[in-house]
């Protein structure tokens, strides 16, 4: 799908509030109600819209914590990856999860209400998961800049 300017405005204007309504949308990329409902439903069905969603305030909710995990695996063969990968999205702290390049094979973003509680998820979890060969973790003091918008001018 070829996205062209009112659909990046519309996207950008859905980034940062996914809860207005169609009209309020409209009004904001100068489209008739039904021409801009027609295409936020076709950047739908093509996936560029993936979903809606909302956002927790982990501190709020007491979990504050984010540790950012670096895994290696004994073995880097497509089933040992395609193993790794089916058990970590079942662990509920770990937020993200990417194969990189590099020192190590993935880093994981996972939260914790403290460290006895990250202690839990790394003997419970991580250290279980298959493959896994080492973890080396590394506690955020404090978050300098978090987005959820991708920049899309």
């Not at 020192?103 to 939260?111: A, I, S, T």
């Amino acid at each position: 799908m070829k996205i062209d300017p009112t659909d990046r405005a519309i996207l950008t204007a859905l980034q940062a509030d996914g809860r207005m309504t169609n009209v309020q949308l409209a009004e904001r990329v100068h489209l008739s109600e039904s021409a801009c409902l027609r295409r936020v439903r076709l950047l739908e069905a093509h996936g560029v819209i993936a979903r809606y969603t909302m956002l927790v305030d982990p501190v709020a909710v007491g979990i504050p914590g984010n540790v950012f995990a670096e895994i290696t695996l004994v073995s880097q063969q497509q089933q040992d990856l395609d193993r790794f990968e089916a058990a970590v999205r079942e662990v509920p702290e770990v937020m993200e999860c990417y194969l990189v390049t590099g020192e190590y094979d993935y880093l994981l973003r996972v939260v914790a209400r403290d460290t006895v509680d990250y202690e839990r998820i790394h003997h419970q979890h991580l250290t279980k998961l298959p493959g896994v060969a080492r973890v080396k973790s590394s506690f955020t003091l404090r978050t300098v800049a978090k987005k959820t918008e991708l920049p899309l001018a």
